[in-house]
C-alpha cells in the first residue's frame, strides 16, 4: 500500500527533497465497486536530478506555464504533498500529510525556474480521524497572505456530483514521483473514473496512468457540460504506482471546510450541496489546464464562463431567493431591496411585520442632490426625503 506522500529532505527557500520508502501499513477499507486490489511494493527510487522535458505523474506529462495554476505544492520540513487552492486564503489538502506545514508553492516546480511563490501558511488542521481508507481524508491550511489573482476551479456540488459515473475521465494533477521515481514538478495526467469504495472514495486510473507519492492531497478535475471544470477529488492513497489510487471526495468535506476556517468555499452551493448561487457563481474558467496568462499576471486572462446554472437559475434569475433575509408567511420575501425581482412583498411592511430593507437605496428611484430619496413608498426609511414634494422637485 501506498500513502502518497513523499517523505523529503526539504529546505524550505529551494533544497532539493530525496524520497524515502514507501510506508507499509495499509488502511482497511471497504469492498469497491470494481473489485480491484492492489499489488507488493517496491522501493521508491531518490531524486535523480531534472527529468526528461515529457515526463509524467504515471503516464501523463509535465504542465505548461500557468497549467493548473489552483494546484499547488504544500510543503514542511521532512514531507512533500500536492494541494489545491480552493480559496484566496485557503488550501485544502490530505490529513495524512499532517499539520505541521510551513509554506505553499505555486508554480510548475517546487524549486528552480518553475517555482513562482512561496506563500506561509497561518495555521493549518486536520479532519478529526482522516486518513486513507476513511473516506475522510481532508485538511486545509490558512494562508498567511491571500492569493487573489490566480484563477480557481470551484467544487463539485450537488447536482453536479452526477457526472461522477464509472468511465468517465478526470484529470490528477501534483508534484508527486513519476516511473523513474523523480517528484517536485507539477505534471497531469487524463484517467478514468473506475468505482467507489464503501467509505465514499473513488477509484481512479489503473493501467499504467495515476499518482504517485507526493501526489497526495492533490486534486482531480473533472469537466461539465458547459466546458467548466471542478475539483472534486482529494489523492489519497493506492497499491503500485499505476495500478490505479483512491480519492477523497472533496463535496464531503465542505461543512466541515466552511465550519473551521471561516470561509464560504461553494459560491454556487450551500456546504451542503443546496443550490444557491451567491454573487461568485460566475466566470470559472473553461480551460485551466492549457496554461493562459503569465505569473506575473496570476495565471488570468483564459476564457470563463457567464453566470452558472449547473442545478439550477442563476442567481439574477433567482428573484428574491438568492438575494432577501427573509420570506413572509404569504410566500413573497421580505427585502424591499429586491422589488426589482418579481417575488417579493408588495407591501413589505405590512406583510413582514414592519422590517423591511434598512434603506430606500436599491429600492427607491430617485436620489435628491442632498442625499435623501424620493419615493414616496420609502417615506418609513430613515433615509427617505421628508418633503419629496419640495426636495424632488
Known sequence: MRRKSSFVVLLLLGGCPSASGRLPD???IGAEVDGGSTGPEPDSDSWQGEPPASSPIIGGAAVPECGW???VGVVSETDLCSGTLLHPQLVVYAAHCGDGIAQVRFGESLQGPGLQRAVPVEHCEVYPGGGPGSGDDFAFCRLGSPVDDVPIVPPLMGCELDVLVPGVEVTLVGFGHDEWGDSGRKRQVVAPVVGFTEAG????????VDTCQGDSGGPAF?????GSWRVFGVTSWGGVCGSGGYDALLPAAMPWLEARSGLDLTPCHDAHGVWAPGPDCIGFPLQPGEGQGTWLEGCGGGAVTGTVESCGASADAAGCRAHCERQAPAGCWCDAACTEHGDCCSDVHEACGGAPAPSCEGSCGEQASTGCWCDSDCELY???CPDF????V
Open 69 to 71: 495554476p489552483s494546484a
Open 201 to 208: 472514495e473513488v477509484k481512479i486510473g489503473g493501467d499504467g
Open 222 to 226: 473533472v469537466p461539465l457540460a458547459d
Open 26 to 28: 495499509s488502511p482497511s
Open 389 to 392: 414634494d419640495l426636495t424632488c
Open 382 to 384: 430613515d433615509d427617505c
